[in-house]
């Protein structure tokens, strides 16, 4: 399953800018946007209402990890917001995602974050002593949350094919780290186009940057877009 709309990350400070971005694109030009950590920390549930009231679907990238119990409970009271997606770290455990599943329901999508793509395996294998690779480790976490009933993983685009090979058929490697031909890649180190990860069988793309600092983001969005979806499989 491939989603159409590239998932924009919402990389930004403040709701007064995030009003200012959206409204660039169209009233009926709906889209699927990505609300972290820095937004959601300094503006709480009512961006997401907000997001929500323009009828945009919304991916919470909030990688919860704590307890099962603790786990359980934030993910009951973000089931309320009505978010579209949401996610946890792998490394909380097999309990601790199952927790989060009770918590959210079935409604949203649930996945989960491996290795984050900053963490070197030089860096896992001293700071988290696993002695294994980073790709062995990556789809060990995968199959994990597979078989506690999350919905799919966050993992770099070189990863999706032995993800894939791991997991049921429709579990979801949603993959940011995209560029298109040519674009500045900034700090992100190992990056595909969108037709690439159509290619290589990614589910959704994160894209942030190449729309949200664009001169005209809207064109940007949709050129990327084009790409992904325009790309047969
Ligand atoms: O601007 P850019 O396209 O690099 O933004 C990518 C988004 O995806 C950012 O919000 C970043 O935090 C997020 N992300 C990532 N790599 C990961 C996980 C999340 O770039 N492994």
């Given at each position: 399953m491939r989603e159409l709309s590239p998932i924009i990350a919402l990389d930004f400070a403040s709701l007064e800018e995030v009003k200012a971005f959206l409204a660039q694109?169209?009233?009926?030009?709906h889209l699927f946007v990505k609300v972290g950590m820095e937004l959601y920390y300094a503006e709480g549930p009512a961006v997401i209402r907000y997001i929500k009231s323009l009828g945009h679907r919304i991916f919470l990238d909030l990688k919860l990890h704590d307890i099962p119990h603790t786990?359980?409970?934030?993910m009951r009271v973000l089931a309320t917001l009505g978010v579209d997606m949401t996610n946890v770290h792998a490394a909380g455990g097999f309990e601790m995602m199952q927790a989060a599943r009770r918590g959210l329901g079935q409604q949203a999508r649930l996945i989960?974050?491996?290795?984050?793509?900053?963490t070197s395996?030089?860096?896992?294998?001293?700071?988290?002593?696993?002695?294994?690779?980073?790709?062995?480790?990556?789809?060990?976490?995968?199959?994990?949350a597979d078989r506690a009933g999350l919905d799919g993983v966050v993992c770099s685009a070189q990863e999706v094919g032995l993800i894939k090979e791991a997991t049921q058929p429709d579990f979801i490697c949603l993959t940011p780290g995209i560029r298109p031909s040519g674009s500045d890649i900034g700090d992100q180190k190992r990056v595909m186009t969108p037709?690439?990860?159509?290619?290589?069988?990614?589910?959704?793309?994160v894209v942030g940057r190449p729309i949200t600092q664009a001169d005209h983001p809207l064109q940007a969005?949709?050129?990327?877009?084009?790409e992904w979806s325009g790309h047969d499989q």
């Amino acid at each position: 399953m491939r989603e159409l709309s590239p998932i924009i990350a919402l990389d930004f400070a403040s709701l007064e800018e995030v009003k200012a971005f959206l409204a660039q694109f169209p009233a009926d030009e709906h889209l699927f946007v990505k609300v972290g950590m820095e937004l959601y920390y300094a503006e709480g549930p009512a961006v997401i209402r907000y997001i929500k009231s323009l009828g945009h679907r919304i991916f919470l990238d909030l990688k919860l990890h704590d307890i099962p119990h603790t786990v359980e409970s934030a993910m009951r009271v973000l089931a309320t917001l009505g978010v579209d997606m949401t996610n946890v770290h792998a490394a909380g455990g097999f309990e601790m995602m199952q927790a989060a599943r009770r918590g959210l329901g079935q409604q949203a999508r649930l996945i989960a974050v491996t290795q984050l793509t900053s963490t070197s395996e030089e860096q896992m294998q001293s700071d988290q002593n696993i002695q294994t690779s980073l790709q062995e480790s990556v789809v060990h976490y995968a199959r994990l949350a597979d078989r506690a009933g999350l919905d799919g993983v966050v993992c770099s685009a070189q990863e999706v094919g032995l993800i894939k090979e791991a997991t049921q058929p429709d579990f979801i490697c949603l993959t940011p780290g995209i560029r298109p031909s040519g674009s500045d890649i900034g700090d992100q180190k190992r990056v595909m186009t969108p037709g690439q990860a159509a290619q290589i069988g990614s589910s959704y793309i994160v894209v942030g940057r190449p729309i949200t600092q664009a001169d005209h983001p809207l064109q940007a969005y949709q050129a990327i877009k084009q790409e992904w979806s325009g790309h047969d499989q």
